[in-house]
């Protein structure tokens, strides 16, 4: 499984990819609580993003900000991949203050 970030804005209005180090690359999806094997057809799939451990890549996020998230599925074996995308708004601060309307 292979995870890539990417921001949305700059110039051209378009998805721009953030650095990530190779942290979020080559990990085995099948001890990161996808399960395996999967099976053709359609799927509900269910996982936890948990990014405690990467605060070098959230240093990088600005807040309020869109971001897309790419996770690749790899078969070892074929090289069939899946491939699910994610888009949101990050807040990486918490608000100041209510608003006063």
Known sequence: MD????EWGGFNCQWSDLPTFDLLSNWNGCEKGIICPLEPGN?????Y?????YQIIIN???NDTP?????IFTNRDTGDKLVFYAQARCETRA???????
Do not use: G, H
């Open 60 to 62: 990088l996020l600005k």
């Open 3 to 6: 995870e890539d970030v990417a």
């Open 67 to 71: 971001y897309q998230l790419t996770y």
């Open 95 to 101: 608000p100041t203050s209510a608003s006063k309307n």
């Open 49 to 53: 993003l948990d990014f405690t451990n």
């Open 43 to 47: 799927q509900i799939m269910k996982f």
